[in-house]
C-alpha cells in the first residue's frame, strides 16, 4: 500500500510527460500491473488492519493518478474484464470509471467503442431476469435482481455518456446489436414469445437506453429523437395512424408489439428521473426540450398502447408480464414531474379511469386488479406532494372520491373485501386523502350498524370496515404524525350511536362487539392524555346514563351482584368501556374511581372477561404510595387493592359452606373467597378465578409482591381434594377429604397461569400503555417452579397431577427460551411428563405444541445438551409418540423436527433407538400433509446414516 501511495504522490510531483515520472513510466507501471487484480487473504496482525478494499482503491488511485499509465491501464482493465474471475471484474469496471473520469474525455475516446463493446456484453451476462411484480417493483422504472457487476457497469456507462455524451449516443444509436433487437422483436406480439436468449439482450439494451436518457438532457434528447419515433412505429402506435379518442378496447391486441413496450417503460422512466434531477434547469424551457416535446406529441399513442395490452375480453387475457408492461407503462405517464409534466391533463384522467375501470370490474382479485391498485397508490403518492396542482385535484375526484362512493353501491362485480382492501391502499397515498376516506368509511360504518336488525349483510360489512380502520387506517395515521381530531371524534361518535341504541342485541352481538372493541382500544392508546381524558368523560357520561346501573347504588356496600341482571346491551357497553380504561396511560384522569371498580367487581362476577381485563390494567398503572410520582386519579394502588379485595359481596345461597358467617339466607365475603369456593357456586368461582388472573397480570408485569398471595390462592385450587404434603395455608386442606374434585374448578385455575404469563394483544402491553418491569417472567419463573416441583413429586393423585402438569406446561412454554434452557436438567422429566398427560384431549393441542418448542429450543442450544443426552432415550420414546398426533399437524411436524435434532447425539446414546425411530418414522412418508412427509425424510436420512447396511425396515 505505501507502494502505491508513492507512485501517486510521485504523479502530483512530476505531473508533465518529460518529468522523472514520464521516463520511468513503463517501468513503474509493470511493477503496478502485478497488482491487479488485487488478491488479498492475510489476516489481521498486529495494530495493522488492512483490508482487500483498502488495498484495492490505493492501487486505484495510482492507476488514474496520471495520463502517462493512459496506454497502458486501458488495455489491461479491457483484457481483465473478460476474465472469469468476478472481483476482477468488479475492479476492472471500477478502475475504468475511475479513469476515464481522471484521464478526460479526449483520452478516453479513442477506446470508447472497445469499452462500449464490453459493456454491452457484460450486461448481456450479468444483467439478470426484470421483476415482473408489484409487491416489491420500485415506484417507477423496471427492477432488476441486485448483481454488482451489472451495477459497476452502468455506472461505468452514466460515467462515459456525462464525459462524451454525442460520442456514446451515436456509438448506441448506430449498434448494430440494438437494430437486430429492434428487428426480432417486432415478430413477437406477446412478451413470453419472445426467446430467452434476445430476451437477455432485450433487457440489456433496455438498461442502456434508460441510463442513456436519464444521465443527461442532451443524451436523452438524442436518445429520443432517433429512436422513440421509430418504437411507436414498430408497435403500431404512431400519432399518424392512431386517433386520440380512439376506445383502447376497441384496438385489435395483434397491433401491439411487447418488445417495443417494454423499451418505451426503459426510456420513460429514464426521462421522468431526468426530469426530477433536473427541475430547477428545466421548469424555465422544458416545453421547447426534444424529448419533451415528442412525449406531449406521443402522449395520446402512448396511452392507447398501453391501454390495450390491459383490455381483457372474452377471448382474451393478459399474461403476467403484459400486465406489468401495460400498468408501468401507464403508471410511468402519469407520474412524470406535475411542474413541467409533457402529458396533457386529459391524458393524464384517462390513465386514472382506465385504473378505477380495472378496479371497479373486480376481475376476482387478478393479477391485473391488484397492479392496478398498486399503480394507483404510487400515483397518489406522487401527485399529493403537489396538492393544489391540477394533476392532484383530478386524482381526488376521480380515484379517493369514487373509491369512497364505492362503500355506498352495492356491486355485486366487485366484493366488498376488495372495496375495502382498495380504499386502504388509496388513503395510504397521503394524509389529505386519508381523511377523505375516513370521512367516507366512518359515514358507512355507522349507517351499517345502525342497519344490522334489518340486514344480515350490513354486520359483515361493518365488521370489515372496522377492522380495516383498526389494522391498517388509525396505524398508518399514528405513523405519519396525522392529527388525533378525527380519531377523537370517530369514537365519541361511537359512543354516541351505542347510547342511541335500543335493541338490547345491536350492535353488540359478539363479532362486531369485538371489531368495535378493537377500535376503541386502538384509537384511545394512539391518543395524547389530554384526547383519552376527553373519550374517557364520554364513555362515563354514557355508561352512567344508558344503562341499567346506578353508581351510587354500586358505592353501597356490600356490594349484591345478584341484583344485576345484565343485558346483551348493558353488557356490550360494560365491554366498550372496558376497552377504554385498559387502553388509557396511568396519567389519564378515571373519573369516580372507586364506584368504576365496584362496577367492574360486579361485572367480573358475572363473567364480562374485558371488565376482568381492564380490572388488570388499572392495578398495572395506578401509582403506588411509595412513589412520589404524581398522582393523576383520586385512588393509590393500595388503596385500590383495599377496594378490590376488601370489598364484602354478597352472595345469596343456602349452599354456602359452613364456616362462613351470616344467616342461611346468604352470606358477605370477599373476591378471594369467591375463588376458593366457599361460596359453593360453580359458576361464580370460575368467573372469580378469571377475573383474579388479570388482576394478578397486572401486578406480575410491574413486579408487585401481592402477586404470590394471588399465584398461593390458584394452587389451592388446584390441589383441593388431594392429599398433598405440601400445606399451603394454615388449615386450608384440613377437610380436603371431604370435599369432591371440581375438574372445571381446577381447569381454570391451571388456565389462570397462562394469563399470568403468556402475551397479551388485548391488553396489558407496551401499545396500551402497560407498566411492564424488565425479566418479571424469568423471576416469576424462579420462584414458581420449586412449588410446582415439589407439589408434582408428592401427589398421591393422578387426577390432581395432570391439572398441575397443565400450569406447569402453561408457565414454561411462555418463560423466555435462555431461562428454560439453564434448567433444562430439572426441567426436562416433568416436561416429558407433561407431553404424555396432554396428549389424549384435543382441546390440549396448543398446549402441546407450546411444549414440544420448548423441548426443541433445549435440543438445539447447547447449554441443554448435557441434559439431553442423559434422557436421551425416554425423549425419544415420548417423541416417537407425537410423531403420528392426529389433531393438530405441527405437533407431528414438530416432533419429527425434534428427532432430527437428536440424530446428532453422540452415537452410544442413539444407536440402541434407530430401529423404534425408523419404524415409526416411515408411517410419517405417508402423511396427509407435505410439510410433515418433507421432515419425515429428513429425518429418515439422518437416523438411517446411524444404521448399518444390512438393516432392513
Same mark, same amino acid.
Given at each position: 500500500?505505501?507502494?502505491?501511495?508513492?507512485?501517486?504522490?510521485?504523479?502530483?510531483?512530476?505531473?508533465?510527460?518529460?518529468?522523472?515520472?514520464?521516463?520511468?513510466?513503463?517501468?513503474?507501471?509493470?511493477?503496478?500491473?502485478?497488482?491487479?487484480?488485487?488478491?488479498?487473504?492475510?489476516?489481521?496482525?498486529?495494530?495493522?488492519?488492512?483490508?482487500?478494499?483498502?488495498?484495492?482503491?490505493?492501487?486505484?488511485?495510482?492507476?488514474?493518478?496520471?495520463?502517462?499509465?493512459?496506454?497502458?491501464?486501458?488495455?489491461?482493465?479491457?483484457?481483465?474484464?473478460?476474465?472469469?474471475?468476478?472481483?476482477?471484474?468488479?475492479?476492472?469496471?471500477?478502475?475504468?470509471?475511475?479513469?476515464?473520469?481522471?484521464? /478526460?474525455?479526449?483520452?478516453?475516446?479513442?477506446?470508447?467503442?472497445?469499452?462500449?463493446?464490453?459493456?454491452?456484453?457484460?450486461?448481456?451476462?450479468?444483467?439478470?431476469?426484470?421483476?415482473?411484480?408489484?409487491?416489491?417493483?420500485?415506484? /417507477?422504472?423496471?427492477?432488476?435482481?441486485?448483481?454488482?457487476?451489472?451495477?459497476?457497469?452502468?455506472?461505468?456507462?452514466?460515467?462515459?455518456?456525462?464525459?462524451?455524451?454525442?460520442?456514446?449516443?451515436?456509438?448506441?444509436?448506430?449498434?448494430?446489436?440494438?437494430?437486430?433487437?429492434?428487428?426480432?422483436?417486432?415478430?413477437?406480439?406477446?412478451?413470453?414469445?419472445?426467446?430467452?436468449?434476445?430476451?437477455?439482450?432485450?433487457?440489456? $439494451?433496455?438498461?442502456?437506453?434508460?441510463?442513456?436518457?436519464?444521465?443527461?438532457?442532451?443524451?436523452?434528447?438524442?436518445?429520443?429523437?432517433?429512436?422513440?419515433?421509430?418504437?411507436?412505429?414498430?408497435?403500431?402506435?404512431?400519432?399518424?395512424?392512431?386517433?386520440?379518442?380512439?376506445?383502447?378496447?376497441?384496438?385489435?391486441?395483434?397491433?401491439?408489439?411487447?418488445?417495443?413496450?417494454?423499451?418505451?417503460?426503459?426510456?420513460?422512466?429514464?426521462?421522468?428521473?431526468?426530469?426530477?434531477?433536473?427541475?430547477?434547469?428545466?421548469?424555465?424551457?422544458?416545453?421547447?426540450?426534444?424529448?419533451?416535446?415528442?412525449?406531449?406529441?406521443?402522449?395520446?399513442?402512448?396511452?392507447?398502447?398501453?391501454?390495450?395490452?390491459?383490455?381483457?375480453?372474452?377471448?382474451?387475457?393478459?399474461?403476467?408480464?403484459?400486465?406489468?408492461?401495460?400498468?408501468?407503462?401507464?403508471? $410511468?405517464?402519469?407520474?412524470?414531474?406535475?411542474?413541467?409534466?409533457?402529458?396533457?391533463?386529459? $391524458?393524464?384522467?384517462?390513465?386514472?379511469?382506465?385504473?378505477?375501470?380495472?378496479?371497479?370490474? /373486480?376481475?376476482?382479485?387478478?393479477?391485473?386488479?391488484?397492479?392496478?391498485?398498486?399503480?394507483?397508490?404510487?400515483?397518489? @403518492?406522487?401527485?399529493?406532494?403537489?396538492?393544489?396542482?391540477?394533476?392532484?385535484?383530478?386524482?381526488?375526484?376521480?380515484?379517493?372520491?369514487?373509491?369512497?362512493?364505492?362503500?355506498?353501491?352495492?356491486?355485486? &362485480?366487485?366484493?366488498?373485501?376488495?372495496?375495502?382492501?382498495?380504499?386502504?391502499?388509496?388513503?395510504?397515498?397521503?394524509?389529505?386523502?386519508?381523511?377523505?376516506?375516513?370521512?367516507?368509511?366512518?359515514?358507512?360504518?355507522?349507517?351499517?350498524?345502525?342497519?344490522?336488525?334489518?340486514?344480515?349483510?350490513?354486520?359483515?360489512?361493518?365488521?370489515?370496515?372496522?377492522?380495516?380502520?383498526?389494522?391498517?387506517?388509525?396505524?398508518?395515521?399514528?405513523?405519519?404524525?396525522?392529527?388525533?381530531?378525527?380519531?377523537?371524534?370517530?369514537?365519541?361518535?361511537?359512543?354516541?350511536?351505542?347510547?342511541?341504541?335500543?335493541?338490547l342485541r345491536a350492535p353488540f352481538e359478539k363479532g362486531r362487539l369485538y371489531a368495535i372493541m378493537k377500535v376503541m382500544k386502538i384509537s384511545v392508546g394512539s391518543c395524547s392524555v389530554e384526547s383519552q381524558n376527553i373519550i374517557l368523560q364520554k364513555a362515563y357520561s354514557i355508561i352512567s346514563s344508558h344503562t341499567n346501573f346506578q353508581f351510587n347504588e354500586v358505592g353501597r356496600?356490600?356490594?349484591?351482584?345478584?341484583?344485576?341482571?345484565?343485558?346483551?346491551?348493558?353488557?356490550?357497553?360494560?365491554?366498550?368501556?372496558?376497552?377504554?380504561?385498559?387502553?388509557?396511560?396511568?396519567?389519564?384522569?378515571?373519573?369516580?374511581?372507586?364506584?368504576?371498580?365496584?362496577?367492574?367487581?360486579?361485572?367480573?362476577?358475572?363473567?364480562?372477561?374485558?371488565?376482568?381485563?381492564?380490572?388488570?390494567?388499572?392495578?398495572?398503572?395506578?401509582?403506588?404510595?411509595?412513589?412520589?410520582?404524581?398522582?393523576?386519579?383520586?385512588?393509590?394502588?393500595?388503596?385500590?387493592?383495599?377496594?378490590?379485595?376488601?370489598?364484602?359481596?354478597?352472595?345469596?345461597?343456602?349452599?354456602?359452606?359452613?364456616?362462613?358467617?351470616?344467616?342461611?339466607?346468604?352470606?358477605?365475603?370477599?373476591?378471594?373467597?369467591?375463588?376458593?369456593?366457599?361460596?359453593?357456586?360453580?359458576?361464580?368461582?370460575?368467573?372469580?378465578?378469571?377475573?383474579?388472573?388479570?388482576?394478578?397480570?397486572?401486578?406480575?408485569?410491574?413486579?408487585?409482591?401481592?402477586?404470590?398471595?394471588?399465584?398461593?390462592?390458584?394452587?389451592?385450587?388446584?390441589?383441593?381434594?388431594?392429599? @398433598?404434603?405440601?400445606?399451603?395455608?394454615?388449615?386450608?386442606?384440613?377437610?380436603?377429604?371431604?370435599?369432591?374434585?371440581?375438574?372445571?374448578?381446577?381447569?381454570?385455575?391451571?388456565?389462570?397461569?397462562?394469563v399470568l404469563v403468556s402475551d397479551s394483544d388485548d391488553c396489558l402491553n407496551r401499545k396500551f400503555h402497560a407498566i411492564i418491569r424488565p425479566l418479571y417472567k424469568q423471576r416469576f419463573f424462579s420462584s414458581i417452579m420449586p412449588i410446582f416441583q415439589q407439589l408434582i413429586t408428592k401427589s398421591?393423585?393422578?387426577?390432581?397431577?395432570?391439572?398441575?402438569?397443565?400450569?406447569?406446561?402453561?408457565?414454561?412454554?411462555?418463560?423466555?427460551?435462555?431461562?428454560?434452557?439453564?434448567?433444562?436438567?430439572?426441567?426436562?422429566?416433568?416436561?416429558?411428563?407433561?407431553?404424555?398427560?396432554? &396428549?389424549?384431549? $384435543?382441546?390440549?393441542?396448543?398446549?402441546?405444541?407450546?411444549?414440544?418448542?420448548?423441548?426443541?429450543?433445549?435440543?438445539?442450544?447447547?447449554?441443554?445438551?448435557?441434559?439431553?443426552?442423559?434422557?436421551?432415550?425416554?425423549?425419544?420414546?415420548?417423541?416417537?409418540?407425537?410423531?403420528?398426533?392426529?389433531?393438530?399437524?405441527?405437533?407431528?411436524?414438530?416432533?419429527?423436527?425434534?428427532?432430527?435434532?437428536?440424530?446428532?447425539?453422540?452415537?452410544?446414546?442413539?444407536?440402541?433407538?434407530? &430401529?423404534?425411530?425408523?419404524?415409526?418414522?416411515?408411517?410419517?412418508?405417508?402423511?396427509?400433509?407435505?410439510?410433515?412427509?418433507?421432515?419425515?425424510?429428513?429425518?429418515?436420512?439422518?437416523?438411517?446414516?446411524?444404521?448399518? &447396511?444390512?438393516?432392513?425396515?
Open positions: 500500500m505505501l507502494a502505491f501511495h508513492i507512485v501517486e504522490s510521485l504523479a502530483q510531483l512530476y505531473p508533465e510527460p518529460s518529468g522523472l515520472l514520464g521516463s520511468f513510466a513503463t517501468d513503474i507501471f509493470a511493477i503496478l500491473e502485478a497488482y491487479f487484480p488485487i488478491h488479498f487473504t492475510h489476516p489481521n496482525s498486529g495494530d495493522i488492519h488492512i483490508q482487500r478494499d483498502d488495498l484495492s482503491r490505493a492501487l486505484m488511485s495510482a492507476f488514474s493518478s496520471t495520463p502517462l499509465f493512459e496506454p497502458f491501464v486501458i488495455p489491461l482493465l479491457l483484457e481483465k474484464l473478460s476474465s472469469s474471475l468476478h472481483s476482477a471484474k468488479i475492479d476492472s469496471l471500477k478502475y475504468l470509471r475511475e479513469c476515464s473520469s481522471k484521464y /478526460g474525455a479526449e483520452r478516453i475516446s479513442k477506446y470508447a467503442k472497445a469499452i462500449w463493446s464490453s459493456l454491452k456484453d457484460t450486461l448481456y451476462t450479468y444483467l439478470g431476469e426484470p421483476d415482473f411484480s408489484f409487491t416489491q417493483a420500485p415506484a /417507477g422504472g423496471i427492477g432488476f435482481p441486485k448483481s454488482d457487476i451489472a451495477i459497476e457497469a452502468m455506472s461505468l456507462l452514466q460515467q462515459l455518456i456525462v464525459q462524451n455524451s454525442s460520442l456514446l449516443v451515436s456509438l448506441i444509436i448506430d449498434d448494430q446489436d440494438v437494430n437486430m433487437i429492434f428487428n426480432t422483436i417486432a415478430s413477437y406480439d406477446v412478451y413470453d414469445a419472445i426467446p430467452e436468449q434476445e430476451k437477455k439482450k432485450l433487457h440489456a $439494451i433496455g438498461r442502456i437506453l434508460y441510463i442513456t436518457a436519464k444521465t443527461s438532457i442532451t443524451s436523452c434528447n438524442a436518445v429520443f429523437q432517433s429512436l422513440f419515433s421509430q418504437m411507436m412505429d414498430n408497435s403500431g402506435f404512431s400519432v399518424s395512424n392512431i386517433d386520440s379518442s380512439l376506445n383502447v378496447d376497441s384496438i385489435p391486441s395483434q397491433k401491439v408489439k411487447l418488445g417495443f413496450l417494454y423499451l418505451c417503460i426503459e426510456l420513460l422512466s429514464g426521462c421522468n428521473e431526468l426530469i426530477v434531477s433536473e427541475v430547477p434547469a428545466l421548469q424555465y424551457n422544458s416545453k421547447s426540450e426534444t424529448c419533451c416535446v415528442i412525449l406531449h406529441s406521443f402522449s395520446a399513442p402512448l396511452f392507447n398502447a398501453f391501454g390495450s395490452v390491459l383490455a381483457v375480453r372474452a377471448d382474451r387475457c393478459p399474461l403476467g408480464p403484459d400486465i406489468y408492461i401495460g400498468v408501468k407503462g401507464l403508471q $410511468i405517464l402519469a407520474m412524470f414531474q406535475i411542474d413541467i409534466f409533457p402529458i396533457p391533463i386529459s $391524458i393524464f384522467e384517462k390513465i386514472l379511469g382506465k385504473f378505477m375501470s380495472i378496479i371497479m370490474e /373486480g376481475l376476482n382479485r387478478t393479477v391485473l386488479w391488484e397492479a392496478a391498485l398498486k399503480a394507483l397508490f404510487h400515483i397518489g @403518492s406522487f401527485v399529493q406532494k403537489f396538492h393544489d396542482s391540477e394533476k392532484a385535484m383530478s386524482y381526488r375526484r376521480l380515484v379517493v372520491e369514487k373509491m369512497v362512493e364505492l362503500l355506498s353501491l352495492d356491486d355485486v &362485480t366487485l366484493p366488498f373485501s376488495l372495496k375495502v382492501e382498495a380504499l386502504s391502499d388509496i388513503g395510504m397515498t397521503g394524509m389529505k386523502y386519508m381523511l377523505t376516506i375516513l370521512q367516507g368509511l366512518g359515514g358507512a360504518v355507522f349507517a351499517n350498524l345502525s342497519e344490522v336488525c334489518r340486514n344480515v349483510r350490513s354486520s359483515e360489512i361493518a365488521i370489515q370496515l372496522l377492522e380495516c380502520y383498526s389494522c391498517k387506517l388509525l396505524p398508518w395515521i399514528h405513523e405519519n404524525g396525522g392529527s388525533e381530531e378525527f380519531v377523537v371524534q370517530f369514537v365519541s361518535d361511537i359512543w354516541s350511536q351505542a347510547g342511541n341504541y335500543v335493541d356496600s356490600p356490594l349484591t351482584p345478584e341484583k344485576y341482571d345484565i343485558s346483551p346491551r348493558d353488557e356490550g357497553m360494560l365491554s366498550l368501556f372496558a376497552s377504554v380504561t385498559i387502553a388509557v396511560s396511568p396519567k389519564t384522569h378515571i373519573p369516580n374511581i372507586r364506584g368504576v371498580l365496584r362496577l367492574f367487581i360486579i361485572a367480573l362476577l358475572k363473567g364480562v372477561v374485558p371488565v376482568a381485563q381492564a380490572l388488570g390494567s388499572m392495578i398495572n398503572k395506578f401509582i403506588s404510595k411509595a412513589n412520589d410520582a404524581e398522582n393523576f386519579n383520586d385512588l393509590t394502588l393500595e388503596e385500590a387493592l383495599d377496594v378490590i379485595f376488601s370489598t364484602k359481596i354478597w352472595v345469596s345461597s343456602t349452599d354456602v359452606l359452613q364456616g362462613c358467617n351470616g344467616t342461611n339466607n346468604g352470606s358477605e365475603m370477599v373476591l378471594t373467597d369467591l375463588c376458593l369456593g366457599i361460596a359453593n357456586d360453580r359458576l361464580l368461582q370460575t368467573n372469580a378465578i378469571c377475573g383474579l388472573s388479570w388482576i394478578g397480570k397486572g401486578l406480575l408485569l410491574r413486579g408487585h409482591e401481592k402477586i404470590k398471595d394471588i399465584t398461593m390462592i390458584f394452587i389451592e385450587c388446584l390441589i383441593s381434594g388431594t392429599k @398433598s404434603a405440601l400445606p399451603l395455608t394454615k388449615d386450608s386442606l384440613e377437610n380436603t377429604e371431604e370435599q369432591k374434585w371440581d375438574p372445571l374448578i381446577m381447569k381454570c385455575s391451571a388456565d389462570a397461569f397462562h398421591l393423585s393422578s387426577f390432581s397431577r395432570s391439572f398441575l402438569y397443565r400450569a406447569y406446561a402453561h408457565i414454561i412454554s411462555d418463560t423466555p427460551q435462555i431461562v428454560i434452557v439453564s434448567e433444562a436438567k430439572k426441567l426436562i422429566p416433568v416436561l416429558l411428563n407433561c407431553l404424555s398427560m396432554l &396428549t389424549d384431549d $384435543i382441546q390440549d393441542k396448543d398446549i402441546l405444541y407450546g411444549l414440544l418448542l420448548v423441548l426443541s429450543g433445549i435440543l438445539t442450544e447447547k447449554n441443554g445438551q448435557e441434559a439431553v443426552t442423559e434422557n436421551a432415550h425416554i425423549i425419544i420414546n415420548c417423541l416417537i409418540k407425537l410423531v403420528d398426533y392426529p389433531h393438530k399437524t405441527l405437533v407431528r411436524e414438530t416432533a419429527v423436527q425434534c428427532l432430527v435434532a437428536l440424530s446428532v447425539l453422540p452415537h452410544v446414546r442413539i444407536y440402541p433407538m434407530r &430401529t423404534q425411530v425408523l419404524r415409526a418414522i416411515s408411517k410419517c412418508l405417508d402423511d396427509r400433509k407435505r410439510a410433515v412427509r418433507l421432515e419425515a425424510v429428513k429425518c429418515q436420512q439422518a437416523w438411517a446414516s446411524t444404521a448399518s &447396511t444390512s438393516l432392513r425396515f
